[in-house]
């Protein structure tokens, strides 16, 4: 009888701990579980909302599996530059390290008004090539530029002076020169996840570079690389957001990295000036000119006049 | 009866389900993917102390002044034992007082440390009762602990670098007013040496007088395998590209990070723009616990001077630094921060190892010395004179060894050359500068 009566007592301390185990084990496991890290697009559009900005751009597209490249750049070849110098109405030369190539017009081509930007590229792609990889990129006003991004795994490589071909723009909107860079064929470098293009728009947000009554009026797709001092080899590009920021009249393009977020508003005629023309083409163009190559003592004279009042003052 | 065999059952049951429950709970481990599908990289280090500031400001000179004469220990191992007895004694009545005329003083020990620091520093490396100061513009570059006979207490002294204000305190212990009273009665011994001022230099530098024999040692050395510092600066190696650049150099590179390993040195980059909060973290805060992280301090690392944004470390060996001076710095860690981020780092990969081959070197006496010094046009810019080795990489049939060798230098606008040669003098046995 009392061994029965110990039983029922085991019976009722162990149901009590059981469950004082279980309510611990619960506890434990939400504790543990690492919440899904997601970012609430309603979140976000209703902030958006409230800062009265809107997004006209189309924010739904796909992006692709592969995610980062890396690519070498491209020397170009003798037999280029005689096909080149073939083409009615253009001399061609290259620098000595065969990176650069400089093309002038022995007539300017002019661009008719109203042109669309499809049309600019045909307008250019007799005199150019692999005129197929490249397209339209933007038009530099303040040094007067047309520039074409190059294209890898069917996306632009934004804003790099080794893969961009640059037409030089006269005061009668007429192209003289032209210079082009170009990289070789792209490796996978490796993928991984990557944000939504409305995450990235948070970004921008959250940043501050996007702010309120402004509004977002394109997003595209492509790869970007901060580093791309030359001579080292291969560069890796990020899979990257470009994103057009509208304030009144006002556009401003960001690149935003679409793996880890990181942002650079694009300052275009700083990057031209300094990075492009004063550190790599203008280097290349005055070796060069020490050769006696006549295109590369004009296209000097054309570029050092374009950037004249936009140079950082030498410190 | 049946109820009692149900009763049996039901209490094994229970009391299985406790200990499965216990059992769980120890064990449990949430499964959640990494948020990138990187392979798993195991945490890396590489292998250093984790290091204090204590560890990393330390004095390369501690000079005895009596009767309008200098002294130190011949041994800077001495010194710096000493300096340890120093850091135990309680400095006590810290007051901040605006700076006087000099006062001819009897006795007194100066310390000297290599570089300008805060002195808000000392209050970790002291033994102190209260803050020094609360002024994050009062540097120091040394100290001084003068005896007062007729109070018998130590008296110490810290000048700010623009000679405007001092901080004194007052060392009331017995055992240590007797500890230097004791020294200053043994000046004239064979453990200590005479040392001369050089004036005119950037600030007071003392000079051993004596010809000095120094050793130089071959070591065996480790290096630090690139693909454990790829794992430390890139968060993600999957996107990381890798290519040889020149026989020997390895580029590591994304879009925005940077790292070349050559010749047993690192140079890292990252351009990458944060929008961080910022922390109100000094750059020696912030660069010691980053380089901790990864025991990256691979041997005796000595702050060497900082700025703003950037810092610098030196190796040091047998308390003498140790020089390089090749583009990858091996006897340096050298960091830049930008918005509380890592923009560069440099670094030696080299940690010594053991000594396989020793041969004796005569250096130049202090005599020599400050005649090359004062013959010089930029003594004023002068910021230090040292014994310090000069590592060199020596490599023969069976594979690479660091060579360190004694010698003179100078340190002018914080880099480190040989002292030249006089010129009067046809000396040509010596290496030039390096």
């Known amino acids: ?21 279980l309510f611990q084990f619960i506890d434990k496991q939400q504790d543990m579980d690492i919440p899904e890290l997601e970012v609430n697009d309603l979140n976000l559009d ?8 809107t997004v006209s751009a189309d924010t739904d597209f796909e992006v692709p599996e592969l995610s980062y490249i890396s690519s070498t750049q491209k020397e170009f070849t003798q037999t280029e530059i005689r096909e080149l110098n073939d083409i009615d109405d253009i001399d061609a030369a290259k620098s000595v390290d065969n990176k650069l190539l400089t093309v002038e017009f022995s007539s300017p081509l002019e661009i008719p008004e109203n042109l669309e930007r499809g049309d600019l590229s045909d307008l250019v792609s007799p005199y150019v090539l692999n005129t197929s990889e490249f397209s339209f990129g ?14 890898k ?29 170009m990289v070789g064929d792209a490796s996978t470098q490796g993928s991984t996840s990557l944000n939504t293009p409305k995450i990235a728009i948070g970004t921008l947000l959250q940043n501050r570079f996007l702010n309120a009554e402004e509004e977002v009026t394109n997003v595209t797709y492509g790869y970007y690389s901060r580093i791309d001092e030359e001579g080292e080899g291969t560069q890796v590009f990020a899979p990257t957001y470009k994103i057009t920021v509208a304030e009144e009249d006002e556009e401003n393009d960001y690149f935003v990295n679409a793996a880890e977020s990181f942002t650079y508003p694009g300052n275009y005629t700083e990057y031209f000036t300094t990075k492009m023309f004063e550190e790599n083409y203008l280097q290349k ?31 | 009866m049946k109820l009692e065999t149900a009763k049996s059952l039901l209490l094994i049951i229970l009391i299985g389900t406790s200990l499965v429950l216990t059992f769980g709970m120890w064990n449990y481990q949430a499964e959640y993917r990494p948020l990138n599908d990187v392979e798993s990289i195991d945490e890396v280090d590489l292998g250093g102390e984790e290091q204090e500031i204590s560890d990393l400001v330390k004095p390369n000179d501690v000079v005895f002044k009596m009767n309008g004469e200098f002294s130190s220990y011949k041994e800077p191992e001495d010194s710096m034992q000493f300096f340890e007895d120093i850091r135990q004694w309680e400095l006590t009545d810290i007051q901040r007082n605006d700076l006087e005329e000099d006062t001819e003083s009897g006795a007194e020990v100066e310390i000297i440390f290599p570089t300008e620091v805060p002195l808000s520093l000392f209050d970790t490396i002291l033994n102190v009762d209260s803050t020094l100061t609360n002024n994050t513009n009062f540097y120091v570059d040394r100290f001084s602990i003068e005896l007062q006979e007729e109070e018998e207490v130590l008296h110490v002294q810290f000048v700010s670098a623009d000679r405007e204000e001092v901080v004194e305190g007052t060392i009331y212990s017995r ?23 050089l004036t005119d230099a950037a600030r007071d530098i003392y ?33 990381v590209s890798v290519s040889e650049t020149a026989p020997g150099s390895i580029m590591y590179r994304t879009d925005n990070r940077q790292l070349n390993i050559a010749g047993y040195g690192m140079r890292f980059i990252d351009v990458a723009e944060r929008n961080t909060e910022q922390v109100d973290n000094s750059v020696l805060q912030q660069s010691l616990n980053n380089i901790n992280a990864h025991r990256g301090f691979t041997g005796d690392y000595r702050l060497e001077g900082f700025t703003e944004d950037s810092i610098a470390y030196r190796m040091y060996q047998f308390e003498y630094p140790v020089v390089n001076n090749s583009y990858m710095d091996l006897s340096t860690i050298y960091q830049e921060w930008q918005n509380d981020q890592l923009s560069k780092y440099n670094r030696s990969l080299v940690s010594l190892n053991t000594v396989v081959n020793t041969s004796e070197k005569e250096l130049r006496s202090g005599e020599e010395i400050m005649n090359s010094i004062q013959q010089n046009e930029n003594t004023a810019d002068i910021q230090d004179v040292q014994i ?45 500068g390096s």
């Open chain 2, 388 to 432: 310090a080795y000069r590592l060199t990489i020596e490599t023969d049939d069976n594979g690479d060894y660091v060579l360190l060798e004694p010698n003179w230098y100078q340190k002018v606008n914080n880099s480190w050359s040989v002292v030249p040669e006089p010129n009067t003098n046809t000396q040509q046995n010596l290496e030039g």
């Open chain 2, 175 to 197: 055992t240590s007013y007797d500890e230097l009273l004791s020294i200053f009665g043994e000046l004239t011994e064979d453990e200590y040496e005479e040392k001369q001022l």
């Open chain 1, 138 to 151: 933007t038009w530099n006003h303040d040094l007067n530029i047309i520039v074409f991004y190059q294209n």
């Open chain 1, 153 to 181: 795994e069917g996306y632009p490589l934004y804003l790099n002076q080794h893969a961009m071909l640059t037409f030089y723009v006269n005061d009668d909107r007429e192209i003289t020169h032209y210079t082009q860079t």
């Open chain 2, 207 to 239: 000079i051993p007088k004596e010809k000095k024999a120094l050793t130089s040692y071959t070591y065996t050395f480790d290096s630090i395998e690139a693909v454990d510092i790829r794992n430390i600066m890139f968060s993600n190696p999957n996107v």
């Open chain 1, 1 to 21: 009888m009392q061994w029965s009566h110990i039983k029922t007592l085991f019976i009722l301390s162990f149901l009590v701990l059981n469950i004082y185990l």
């Open chain 1, 46 to 53: 209703e902030q958006l909302d409230q800062e009265n900005i």
């Open chain 1, 285 to 315: 163009l005055y070796s060069m000119s020490e050769d006696d190559e006549e295109i590369a003592d004009d296209l000097i004279s054309i570029i050092e006049d374009k950037i004249e009042p936009y140079r950082s003052e030498p410190e």
